[in-house]
């Protein structure tokens, strides 16, 4: 079983909702990340998080919209989305930034009406 | 520069057959070379990765064969299952600090 953990596993919400999208890890990561995955598509990066403070920002929309209340919880807030934003959301963490050993979260399916 | 190519897209393989995936790299200064595998609806999980000062690395019945010179890296996977059938994703990055990269994926099948 993975050691990041995401609610909810399904969200379904209209253009004009907002919701946000949790994940917690408790394995004493300092570095956490929020990826995009289309289906049959790899994992695309959105948003690094280094030591509770964002270190990076991928160019992402700003109806997308991460926070990092501790070192264990990440946060993604998302308001007025698009049909096109639906997705599997993914959330990560390592020990440091960079790849080695990043272990994913099972992920949030999002669906936009 | 910064790609990860890899191949085949997808892959067809009888249980008990081994299936190789291969995924090749022009960044030489990239020094962590992971596989991921993935079902559908689950995240990514870390399966097995190498660094380039290694030619080759098993965990289990997944091996990692890495070719520096020829910058390129593949994962075989012995005796394959049904329940090995997944996504599988190579990817790359250099040291801290600079994000992973990712293959386009191989959607591997296993025939019982």
């Known amino acids: 079983d993975t050691e990041v953990t995401q609610t909810p596993k399904h969200l379904v919400m209209g253009m004009t909702n907002k919701k946000s999208l949790k994940c917690e890890q408790h394995?004493?990561?300092?570095?956490m990340y929020w990826y995009k995955q289309k289906a049959k598509k790899p994992p695309e990066l959105m948003f690094v998080y280094s030591y509770e403070k964002l270190s990076i920002n991928e160019s992402v929309p700003s109806r997308f919209s991460p926070e990092c209340p501790n070192s264990s919880l990440l946060n993604l807030h998302l308001h007025a989305l698009q049909p096109e934003d639906s997705a599997l959301y993914l959330c990560?963490?390592?020990?440091?930034?960079?790849?080695?050993?990043?272990?994913f979260g099972s992920g949030t399916q999002l669906s936009v009406l | 520069q910064q790609q990860v190519k890899q191949s085949p897209q997808s892959l067809i393989v009888q249980k008990g057959g081994i299936p190789i995936i291969n995924c090749a790299y022009e960044?030489?200064?990239?020094?962590?070379f992971p596989w991921y595998q993935q079902f559908p609806g689950k995240g990514p999980a870390l399966l097995i990765a190498i660094r380039p000062d290694v030619s080759e690395k098993k965990e289990g019945r997944f091996t990692i064969s890495f070719n520096k010179s020829a910058k390129q890296f593949s994962l075989h996977i012995m005796d394959s299952q049904p329940g090995d059938s997944a996504t599988y994703f190579c990817a790359a990055s250099i040291g801290y600090g600079n994000k992973l990269v990712f293959g386009a994926g191989t959607i591997l099948r296993v025939k019982s």
């Open positions: 394995m004493g990561h300092r570095a």
């Open positions: 990560a963490s390592s020990q440091r930034t960079g790849g080695v050993g990043l272990a």
């Open positions: 960044n030489t200064a990239f020094d962590y």
